[in-house]
């Protein structure tokens, strides 16, 4: 008897490896914002953020095949490509964040952020929301609340109420900014009283994990203040907003209005070479390097930074962020002009959306969601879910990706809500 692929996996990988889809996907090509399966099928891509400037950008390809035939070592010698990287994309942030460490993921960028805010404030205790994933280190992965650690979470791990656009925390749209400021400031409260002090917090600026809520600039001005006023450090993890993707602005902290002490950077940066890394200030970084001995083997290789290098260039040349406003903005039309009664809320910013699907009584609704994503999978559009009760379709598309394309997946999605049965 032939070995499905599945099996093959379970055999070579162990149970339990995540996939997408009950039926996954065999991709073996992709170009642009297009993938193609074993049999020669497209899919057009809306959930990848990782090849940011399309599937195997020429350009990404060329600089990394260009510079794997040159040299490639790591930063224990010297070489400018690293310079001239971390000069070009520090230049894109502001807040005096000029120095940066380079990485390999975001999760080890996390890590790294954690010790810095441990370094700087000499605490231990930190903060992140209870709906949120920040990696799968030891210490990321404390932060996240869908597989709690074995023996329940550290002392010094406070995760407090995530925000949402549809049922907002303390009741309103205009209370929530305060009422998160509030769940903060209780959980420092907490800290100092159990003995770890605070340290910081880490968070998304755009919640993205949390189920992507609609909040305006300036929602997180009150918790910065908190944590500013009692000594915290300002974590942003930029690994899935940055890079221009929210459209308006190429960081999601500027977008909303606020000035992170440390950045993290991951995902979209080397377009699928492995390529993350942390910006921090000065005074930051110098409070790290002074705590820890810090050496990365793979990270900010020449080749890492070659990748990098030509990801910005592309984003400039092909005017990738403006395009991400434009045919985000088309695109969120499309899924707002919907109409379906168990949709609750489109809401996106740049290429970036989330629509929450509700049953009739309020709950949600997951299964619904879960058929959804796998319907358009079989229509050949790959998109999929989030939310604390996964019923958040989620689109995150590479950064090419127009107002066709756009138009494309709204009509499937139009189809396939209209048709499926939508009962829980
Ligand atoms: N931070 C956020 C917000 C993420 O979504 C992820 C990955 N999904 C990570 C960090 C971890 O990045 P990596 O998988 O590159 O370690």
Redesign the pocket.
Known sequence: MTETLAERRARLMGPNVPTFYDDPVHIVRGEGVWLWDNHGRRYLDCYNNVPHVGHCHPKVVEAVCRQSARLNTHTRYHHTLILDYIERLTATMGHGLSQMILT???????DVALRMAQAVTGKRGIIATDN??????LA?SQLSTRRPPIGGYPGHVRLVPAPSSTDPLGGSAEAQPQAFADGIARAIAELEAEGSGFSGMML?PAF??EGLPALASGFFDPAAEVIRRAGGVILC????PGFGRLGSHFWGHDRMGFAPDVV?L??PMGNGY?L?GVAARPDVMAAFRGAFGYFNTFGGNPVACAAGMAVLDVIEEEGLMANAAAAGAHALDRLEEISHPLIAEARGTGLFFGLELVLPDGAPATRFAAAVAEQMRHRGVLLNRIGREMNILKMRPPMPFTAEHADIAANVLGEVLAELPHDG
């Open positions: 390999c993921t975001g999760s080890e960028a996390n949120t994933y920040h990696g799968n280190t990321t998304c993205a994990n993890d930029e690994v899935q993290t991951g995902k492995p993350a």
